[in-house]
């Protein structure tokens, strides 16, 4: 079946610093890549799309500077968090499609102090 | 808009006590209805595809039905380990994002 890889699963960062998740599909191509927002007890939350090759499409209210994604091959895309800062501590979850429908990453806590 | 519509949010269920979850939807052309199970602290886990209407699918203690407007995921005789949140999720075309649902969190208590 398809495998969706993502890391680091967790990460704590210093306020100021940026840090960046990996989304790899490991025997699959994706032709499209999602990210996604996940608060305590709530439902997965649509960040952007990616597709390879092309810049992100960013959903409403989600700062494209601050999230950069990057999509440079079929199998890789990774979000980068930029001067992160405590209200981005969240978990945040990555998904590809491809010929297998969609696939989720087993996702990133990302804590910032 | 399109709309995904869980219920109930949640669920208490004892060892061996059946129980349904259902998911209504609003979509302008339904592709795929998806669900998923998502434990703490992990992505979501694959269950189920229906396509169309009528359709049903299996998978040990779970069964997942489909109609025109609603889903309902059958959770035959459950054990405390399919205590999850579900997540119904419908994709309208392409390779377009799933819109979700807000999920139901189940507790199955022995």
């Known amino acids: 079946g398809a495998v969706v890889s993502q890391h680091p699963s967790w990460v704590i960062c210093k306020s100021g610093t940026s840090v960046k998740i990996e989304c790899r599909s490991l025997?699959?191509?994706?032709?499209?890549m999602f990210w996604y927002r996940q608060f305590p007890k709530q439902s997965l939350m649509l960040m952007a799309t990616?597709?390879?090759?092309?810049?992100?499409?960013?959903e409403q209210g989600v700062e494209k500077d601050k999230f950069l994604i990057n999509h440079a091959s079929l199998t890789l895309s990774t979000l980068t968090v930029t001067s992160a800062h405590p209200e981005d501590s969240s978990f945040y979850i990555c998904?590809?499609?491809?010929?297998?429908?969609?696939?989720f990453g087993s996702g990133t806590r990302l804590t910032v102090v | 808009e399109d709309q995904v519509t869980q219920s109930p949010e949640a669920l208490r269920l004892q060892e061996g006590e059946s129980s349904s979850l259902n998911c209504s939807y609003t979509?302008?052309?339904?592709?795929?209805l998806f669900w998923y199970r998502q434990d703490p602290g992990k992505g979501p886990e694959f269950l189920f595809t229906?396509?169309?209407a009528g359709e049903e699918k299996e998978k040990e203690r779970l069964k997942a039905t489909l109609t025109k407007k609603e889903s309902f995921l059958h959770i035959t005789a459950p054990k405390p380990e399919d205590s999850a949140t579900y997540l119904c999720?419908?994709?309208?075309?392409?390779?377009?994002?799933?819109?979700f649902g807000k999920g139901t969190r189940l507790s199955v208590i022995a």
């Open positions: 998904s590809a499609t491809g010929s297998y429908g969609y696939t």
């Open positions: 025997d699959f191509q994706a032709t499209t």
């Open positions: 990616s597709n390879e090759g092309s810049k992100a499409t960013y």
């Open positions: 979509v302008s052309g339904l592709r795929g």
């Open positions: 229906l396509y169309s």
């Open positions: 999720a419908v994709s309208v075309g392409g390779n377009t994002p799933l819109v």
